[in-house]
């Protein structure tokens, strides 16, 4: 329900809902509707595949990272 989810956050109700249409238009949460009761959902594929994604570069990036650090670490003892 959007009130539990607004709980641990200093935001307006409509503030949140907001931020939960957002995410339904990002195809990232699902809103069901009964009377005045909003339940959402997470629709995880999106995220899945964006972890994906990272997943292939993060290797790279970490040895390139990695590879920096030493030529810094080498240059600042010279």
């Known amino acids: 329900m ?3 989810l607004a ?3 200093a935001m307006s ?3 949140v ?3 939960i249409r957002v995410l339904e238009e990002a ?3 699902t809103r069901t ?3 005045r009761v909003h ?3 997470l629709v995880a594929g999106p995220l899945e595949t964006a972890d994906s994604w990272l997943h292939r570069y993060r290797h790279f990036w970490t040895g390139q990272l990695a590879s920096l650090a030493r030529h810094v670490e080498k240059e600042s003892r010279s």
């Open 33 to 35: 509707v009964d009377g």
């Open 17 to 19: 809902s907001r931020h």
């Open 13 to 15: 109700l409509p503030a």
């Open 39 to 41: 339940e959402c959902a």
């Open 2 to 4: 959007i009130t539990e």
């Open 7 to 9: 709980e641990p956050f």
């Open 27 to 29: 195809g990232l949460v």
